[in-house]
Every structure is written in structure tokens, then in C-alpha cells.
DNA sequence: TGGATATGGTCAAGTAGCTTGACTATATCG
DNA sequence: CGATATAGTCAAGCTACTTGACCATATCCA
């Protein structure tokens, strides 16, 4: 980078990630999930597709197996979730998504794409794909985490 | 946006502010300011100008002015910021960097230039200022948060 | 095969960073 | 001037995390 200020372009790349996350979340809220926080979205996209278990979902998230195992409990009491034994393994029990859980889902999907429309108005579609592009092409992967 | 996974595009955009935010974070533990979170750079941004009230700077950081205070309270124990009185306002006091407040947010500086060097290299100089602009369209403004 | 070690999970206790609530001092408005 | 708003602090409480200890099961290897 040359010499402008790099802090801030990192600044607009944080308030961008979190303008998105805002949006989605007051949108999912706005329609009847009120009792989750952005971070069970991030839960919710690791046991969507087959489940995961407690480890499993730890590692996604950076934080302890206690941390993720209280979430887990949290989210079984609101109902999104289930604990179920592991197919092959007897010591792992696999936490997976109920009907409720599924559908709040949907309504995340939903909140993204209508959060990205203003986005895709202001930039057009074909500049909002390339800007995917090369995001994917620098982002790490690796575990979620908050910023701070 | 289409029929894509709007999700994951959001997630592309978390991924790379945690992996710059990172990245800096790292770079400027290594050069010896340790005992700092990600957040307090968030903090110096903004006494670095000119200094800042705690109300201003519980606002820029979307807490609560005791949360501020309590930040402050700990950035003067390691030595960043001083309290001063307020030129215009008995009330109020003006919080500044120190000098090594100062060196710390050159080194951040630096290490955000460092951060973004691979991405210079792997889109180009071109398409990075492109990115950057983009971004700087659709980013929201106001106070920086944490993204959960 | 079986004993050592690694891994999945939970229980319990402690902690850091935030919150709400109450209060004082100074500023501003009418 | 008096009423109200604002800057800041003190105190207490909450919550999402942590570390540490522990048990059950799986895996590795002599």
C-alpha cells in the first residue's frame, strides 16, 4: 500500500462487515426472532447442513467446547436446536438444527439478500460480483470471530 | 442479489475485516505494545486528531460514557492517554495521547500498511483502490462496533 | 491385546468488559 | 434566575466468556 492512511481502509472494511451483520440481524429479528444475537447466525450456518457437534462448533467459532457447549444449551432451551447421539462416535453427541432452527435460517438468507440490494443498487450487480471476487480471493478462511 | 448465498457473501466481508483486524493486531503486539486489544486502536483513532471527551469517545465507540471512562482509566494506568482539562467546558475533561500513544498508532499504521501489502499483490494496486472505493460507497458510517 | 494417551463433553468457579442506576458539578435555555 | 440538559464518576450487577478438574470413550502402539 502506498501512503494514504491503510487504517482506514480497514476501517471501512470492518463497517462494512458490520453494516451487513446489523442489517440481516435487525431484519431476522424484525421477524420473530428476537432471543438470538448475530453470533448464533454463525452457529446456525456450521449445523445446517449435516449438524456438528460440540468440538466441532468451538473451533468454528474460536471460543472454548464449555463456551459453545453453554450456547448449545442456550439454543436447545429456545428451541433452535438439538442434541442427538453420534452415529459413531459414543462419546460425541450431534447438535443439529430443528424445524424452527431451519426456518430462521431462511429468514437469515432472506435478510442477506434484501441487506446487499441497496448494495447492488448503488454499485450495479456485475461491480458487486467482482467486489465478491476479489474479497474471496483475499478473505481467510479458518474459524469466525468476533472483531474484538 | 440472486439466488446466491447471500450469507456467505456477508461472511466474506466479516472474514476479511477480522483478518485485517488481525493481522495489525498482531503486528503491533509483536512490536511491543502487549498489553493493547484490538479495540483500543478503535479509541485511538479517535483522540489521535485532537483529543476527545469520554462522551465523544463513548459515542465513536457505541458504549455506554462509564464503559468509556473505564477504558480511559486503563489506557492512562499503561501509559497511552493523559486527562486534561478542557479548554471550553469545566465540566468536561479532554482526553489525549501520550507519546507512546502516539508511536503505538504509527506502528499501527505501519502494520496496517504490512497487512494490506498481500493483497496489493495478489489483486493488483489498481484493483485494490478500486475495492477500497467501492466499499467506501456502500460502508456505513457512524460509530464502530463490535460486529457481536 | 491392553495400557497409555488423546479426544468429546460436562460441571464448577472465576473473570473481564460491559450494563443500569444514582449522584455531583457545570452548562444552557427560557 | 430557575429548570433542564449534559459531562463525568461511583457502585453494583450481569453475561458471555475463561480456566481447571473430571469422566467416558476412542485411538495409538509396544
Do not use: N
Amino acid at each position: 500500500m502506498h501512503s494514504d492512511d491503510a487504517l482506514s481502509l480497514a476501517a471501512v472494511f470492518l463497517a462494512a462487515g458490520r453494516g451487513l451483520v446489523d442489517a440481516i440481524h435487525a431484519d431476522v429479528t424484525a421477524h420473530g426472532y428476537r432471543d438470538l444475537r448475530p453470533v448464533h447466525g454463525f452457529a446456525f450456518s456450521r449445523l445446517a447442513p449435516d449438524g456438528a457437534t460440540v468440538s466441532e462448533l468451538a473451533a468454528h467459532l474460536d471460543v472454548t467446547k464449555q463456551a459453545a457447549s453453554q450456547m448449545v444449551d442456550e439454543l436447545v432451551r429456545k428451541g433452535y436446536v438439538q442434541r442427538r447421539a453420534h452415529p459413531a462416535d459414543a462419546r460425541a453427541r450431534l447438535v443439529v438444527l430443528t424445524e424452527r432452527g431451519r426456518a430462521c435460517t431462511r429468514a437469515a438468507e432472506r435478510a442477506a439478500q434484501a441487506a446487499l440490494r441497496p448494495w447492488a443498487a448503488e454499485l450495479g450487480e456485475r461491480r458487486l460480483r467482482e467486489l465478491a471476487a476479489d474479497l474471496a480471493r483475499v478473505a481467510p478462511g479458518g474459524p469466525l470471530r468476533p472483531i474484538w
